[in-house]
């Protein structure tokens, strides 16, 4: 079977998306993580 162009332009293209949205996903989830500031640090 042998694939035209096109077609395997957008297979690649709908992984690269789709890995794009996890990606941004997970880094809006890392975001919203808050640790504790150390008392060191703190200006207090």
């Known amino acids: 079977m042998k694939l035209n162009k096109n077609v395997l332009f957008a297979i690649v293209s709908s992984i690269?998306?789709?890995?794009a949205?996890?990606?941004?996903?997970?880094a809006c989830f890392w975001y919203l993580y808050q640790p504790t500031e150390p008392k060191c640090l703190s200006d207090k």
């Open 21 to 26: 949205t996890v990606v941004s996903t997970s």
């Open 16 to 19: 690269a998306t789709l890995f």
